[in-house]
């Protein structure tokens, strides 16, 4: 019913800047709250950053100050602006968000499969 789909990763430098998108497709109502996760391999999913309907931001201690999540309802996509990027952030950066389909009344919780960005010398 619903498909996420992220773009925007990359190859970048240390103290370089990336932007990521998700943009959401299928028979959505609405979408409520929007969050990019990241996984290395090997490692656990951890949680960067959320933003709610009504644009209230959460951040991950170890990206706050360097990301800053948006999203833009008439397109039904979230933004994840990465600036002065660290090697800590090589990951699989992953779209997750609470989409109310059309013609149900419950929100389902839909994932995208992610986009690479890779930061190194």
């Known amino acids: 019913q619903v498909q996420l789909v992220e773009s925007g990763g990359g190859l970048v430098q240390p103290g370089g800047s990336l932007r990521l998108s998700c943009a959401a497709s299928?028979?959505?109502?609405?979408?409520?709250?929007m969050r990019w996760y990241r996984q290395a391999p090997g490692t656990q999913r951890e949680l960067v950053a959320t933003?709610?309907?009504?644009?209230?931001?959460t951040y991950a201690d170890s990206v706050k100050d360097r990301f800053t999540i948006s999203r833009d309802d008439n397109k039904n996509t979230v933004y994840l602006q990465m600036s002065n990027l660290k090697p800590e952030d090589t990951a699989v950066y992953l779209c997750?968000?609470?989409?109310?389909?059309?013609?149900?009344?419950?929100?389902?919780?839909?994932w995208g499969q992610g986009t690479q960005v890779t930061v190194s010398s």
């Open positions: 933003i709610t309907s009504d644009r209230s931001t």
């Open positions: 299928g028979s959505i109502f609405s979408i409520g709250i």
């Open positions: 997750n968000a609470i989409v109310k389909v059309r013609w149900f009344n419950q929100g389902n919780n839909y």
